[in-house]
T-cell receptor
Framework: EPEVTQTPSHQVTQMGQEVILRCVPISNHLYFYWYRQILGQKVEFLVSFYNNEISEKSEIFDDQFSVERPDGSNFTLKIRSTKLEDSAMYFCASTQDRATTNEKLFFGSGTQLSVL | GNSVTQMEGPVTLSEEAFLTINCTYT??????LFWYVQYPGEGLQLLLKATKADDKGSNKGFEATYRKETTSFHLEKGSVQVSDSAVYFCALSASNQFYFGTGTSLTVIP
């Protein structure tokens, strides 16, 4: 089965540094998502992306965050100045169509971000 | 709003034991309900789903029934195996978004 690939699997950074999390969605998918899970908490929606622009974003997705599809295959999440509370597992996901009753998300294996 | 609450873990069971992981939801409209599973080192994978009330989703011996009257979607398996050890996430799809629970870690010991 096709899969979503995320790199790196683990990222350690100092507070205030910029990080870029990378994802390669499934090739014929059109909708892309970032979710995160802080340890012990729910998996939270961050942002969805379609047709080279953000379609929806949550309150968490503030000005520190940005997403980009730089080359037609990669989908990146950038955190400009990391904070301790950004430490979490970040999941990328993609779908062929918008989230509907019959659609499922394909997830990557996640990037564990640790901010020190 | 839309949200999912699932039973906290971790859950530890012996092989061949019966499994129940509780999940309840709050939603506007008529959501679809899902169980996702995450095996160690892998991404979340769809385990089963149900799209309307009284539907039963099933896969790999796991089952869950969409109960509108109790707003629940409990996951069950009659006889667990060591290979079922994973984290299980209940989720709903509504308003063009997915909403997840916290996940329940299951460890099955031989």
């Amino acid at each position: 089965e096709p899969e979503v690939t995320q790199t790196p699997s683990h990222q350690v950074t100092q507070m205030g540094q910029e990080v870029i999390l990378r994802c390669v969605p499934i090739s014929n998918h059109l909708y892309f998502y970032w979710y995160r899970q802080i340890l012990g908490q729910k998996v939270e929606f961050l942002v969805s992306f379609y047709n080279n622009e953000i379609s929806e974003k949550s309150e968490i997705f503030d000005d520190q965050f940005s997403v980009e599809r730089p080359d037609g295959s990669n989908f990146t999440l950038k955190i400009r100045s990391t904070k301790l509370e950004d430490s979490a597992m970040y999941f990328c996901a993609s779908t062929q169509d918008r989230a509907t009753t019959n659609e499922k998300l394909f997830f990557g294996s996640g990037t564990q971000l640790s901010v020190l | 709003g839309n949200s999912v609450t699932q039973m906290e873990g971790p859950v530890t069971l012996s092989e061949e034991a019966f499994l129940t992981i509780n999940c309840t939801y709050t939603a506007t409209g008529y959501p679809s309900l899902f169980w996702y599973v995450q095996y160690p080192g892998e991404g979340l994978q769809l385990l089963l789903k149900a799209t309307k009330a009284d539907d039963k989703g099933s896969n790999k011996g796991f089952e869950a029934t969409y109960r509108k009257e109790t707003t629940s979607f409990h996951l069950e398996k009659g006889s667990v195996q060591v290979s079922d050890s994973a984290v299980y996430f209940c989720a709903l799809s509504a308003s063009n978004q997915f909403y997840f629970g916290t996940g329940t870690s299951l460890t099955v010991i031989p």
